[in-house]
């Protein structure tokens, strides 16, 4: 499927050709964006590829439920400030009437996969979390 390997191989090149299996109306939402529209998403692709230093993005399980697509995805690579970061995830993947993905919503731990790796936000997190520990 074209749209997975969009992000399999993501690319400058990839990018510029999804026009054919994204609709221009596309929604999609993670733990740091909501976006609507196929050129805030090629923006969002394009600053992943200048934020994350060798990305790697693998699917490793796919559902599929009437015109819903359910991925199980690891992903990695290198961010400014933590350094090597990896964090596993599902998305929620719709179709239009045309067969374009016209809405994707990703489902992953930011605090426990991010923020929790920053030096100053990291430290109130871990600090906050032992406190709300039951043991």
């Given at each position: 499927?074209?749209?997975?390997h969009?992000f399999?191989?993501?690319?400058e090149?990839?990018i510029?050709?999804?026009?054919?299996?994204?609709?221009?109306?596309?929604?999609?939402?993670?733990?740091?964006n909501?976006?609507?529209?196929?050129e805030?998403?090629?923006?969002?692709?394009?600053?992943?590829?200048?934020?994350?230093?060798?990305?790697?993005?693998?699917?490793?399980?796919?559902?599929?439920?009437?015109?819903?697509?359910y991925?199980?995805?690891?992903?990695?690579g290198?961010?400014r400030?933590?350094?090597?970061?990896?964090?596993?995830?599902?998305s929620?993947?719709?179709?239009?009437?045309?067969?374009?993905?016209?809405?994707?919503?990703?489902?992953?731990?930011?605090s426990?996969?991010?923020?929790?790796?920053?030096?100053v936000?990291?430290?109130?997190?871990?600090?906050?979390r032992?406190?709300l520990?039951?043991?």
């Amino acid at each position: 499927m074209n749209y997975i390997h969009l992000f399999e191989n993501l690319s400058e090149d990839r990018i510029r050709g999804c026009d054919a299996y994204v609709s221009p109306d596309i929604h999609f939402i993670d733990p740091f964006n909501d976006i609507r529209g196929i050129e805030a998403f090629k923006k969002l692709l394009h600053k992943t590829l200048e934020d994350v230093r060798d990305p790697v993005f693998q699917v490793t399980r796919r559902i599929k439920d009437e015109d819903i697509l359910y991925l199980k995805w690891e992903f990695s690579g290198s961010v400014r400030v933590i350094g090597h970061w990896s964090v596993t995830g599902l998305s929620e993947i719709e179709f239009d009437d045309q067969g374009r993905v016209c809405r994707h919503v990703d489902y992953w731990d930011a605090s426990t996969h991010f923020y929790n790796r920053l030096p100053v936000i990291g430290s109130l997190i871990r600090l906050i979390r032992r406190r709300l520990q039951i043991s």
